[in-house]
């Protein structure tokens, strides 16, 4: 058995990294000064590259310097269990097995590190050692069961936004580290990257505004039209109209707009109703911690299908809904969410006789410009 022997898997590349070079630290100082380090490229980007990295692999562990002594060995971007066509074919999972045969066959004197990511939930290779490694860690593996709606790496993301803006000096308003794991939460080292660019922006003693991060901070991934409904959601008829130009500006419809709203309001409806019945206690600042939870695993099942979808609120995730849709939920009543879903068929039907801006920009004056008692 090798001296140390550690597994990190996740999808989330920055946070596997950051926990491999811990464990990379960790066996160099155990191993000792002397020891010989040597680090292997595991990327595959073709079937074909998996003989060479296992020979690489399997003769790194077999050859010790040539006044022994001890050897840490760190195996980086590791793809092989990933959820793509190299990864699944046989010639890698052969590959695979003699790789990971071979390390646990190793002797005494080898410290071993595995980084691997993207990681496949369903594949098997890599959990069945849990119990024969040292350390083995799977970073945001899947919910427990369907109604399980814990995200410890958003809750994680938004300690290191704040970290960073203590950090960098500046203040911040509710609902700003927030958006910025909204925006970019897919990649956790563009969560570091754009948290560092918005305390430049605003410079030290500054105060970063949700609206501030709307306009700097790009969407990660596929297009979303979000900024307009951020500004809707927040009543703020300012950052409304300026975030429908911008808009408009790169878009010609405003159909992916209105659907992006109405999934919204689907949502902040279910909340007002189960608000209005007791079960949740609304504030600004979304709904407190564990309030979610307890009316999912009560009420979660009365609502069909564990499949996301906009018309089932406890099929989404716990930390979206109590910190960046519940709010908007405490700044509107029952009624104007309800006319606003209803407006937003009006303005589909304008939008089919080529009114899309005009219509849209009606939707948010009325809804920003006047404000209903019940």
């Not at 195996?75 to 003699?98: M, P, R």
């Not at 004197?109 to 990681?119: D, E, L, N, V």
Request: aromatic content about 8%; hydrophobic content about 45%.
């Amino acid at each position: 058995m090798p001296s140390y022997f550690a597994i990190i898997a996740g999808k989330d590349e920055y946070l596997v990294d950051q926990e491999a070079r811990e464990c990379f630290a960790y066996a160099q100082k155990q191993a000792g000064a002397d020891a010989e380090i040597e680090k292997i490229p595991a990327l595959l980007t073709r079937v074909d590259d998996a003989r060479a990295i296992e020979v690489q692999f399997v003769d790194a562990l077999k050859t010790m310097g040539m006044f022994g002594g001890q050897k840490v060995l760190w195996l980086q971007n590791f793809n092989w269990v990933a959820d793509s066509v190299q990864a699944k074919s046989e010639e890698v999972k052969e590959s695979l097995d003699i790789m990971l045969k071979a390390a646990l066959e190793a002797a005494d004197g080898i410290y071993i590190i595995i980084s691997a990511t993207p990681y496949d939930g369903r594949r098997k290779d890599l959990s069945a050692l849990k119990d024969k490694v040292d350390k083995f860690v799977i970073h945001s593996p899947a919910p427990k069961s369907p109604f399980d709606k814990s995200d410890l790496q958003a809750e994680g993301q938004l300690a290191l936004v704040e970290d960073c803006f203590k950090k960098g000096g500046v203040k911040w308003t509710a609902g700003a580290p927030e958006a910025i794991v909204a925006q970019v939460g897919q990649s956790t080292r563009l969560v570091v990257t754009e948290s560092e660019k918005m305390v430049t922006y605003v410079g030290p003693g500054g105060t970063v505004r949700e609206a501030d991060v709307m306009l700097m901070v790009p969407r990660f991934g596929e297009g979303d039209f979000f900024e307009p409904i951020e500004a809707l959601m927040a009543r703020d008829l300012d950052w409304g109209l300026a975030s429908l130009e911008r808009y408009f500006f790169n878009e010609d419809s405003g159909r992916p707009l209105l659907a992006a709203l109405q999934n919204r309001l689907r949502l902040l409806i279910q909340i007002k109703v189960l608000a209005e019945a007791g079960e949740f206690r609304l504030s600004e600042a979304g709904l407190p911690k564990g309030q979610f939870e307890t009316a999912s695993s009560r009420h979660g099942a009365k609502f069909g299908s564990a499949a996301k979808s906009s018309a089932n609120l406890f099929s989404q995730n716990a930390w979206y809904i109590s910190n960046k849709v519940a709010p908007a939920a405490a700044r509107f009543t029952l009624s104007e969410l309800v006319d606003l879903q209803l407006a937003c068929g009006d303005s589909f039907d304008a939008a089919n006789r080529g009114r899309d801006e005009a219509s849209v920009r009606a939707l948010f004056l009325r809804a920003l410009a006047v404000r209903r008692a019940v």
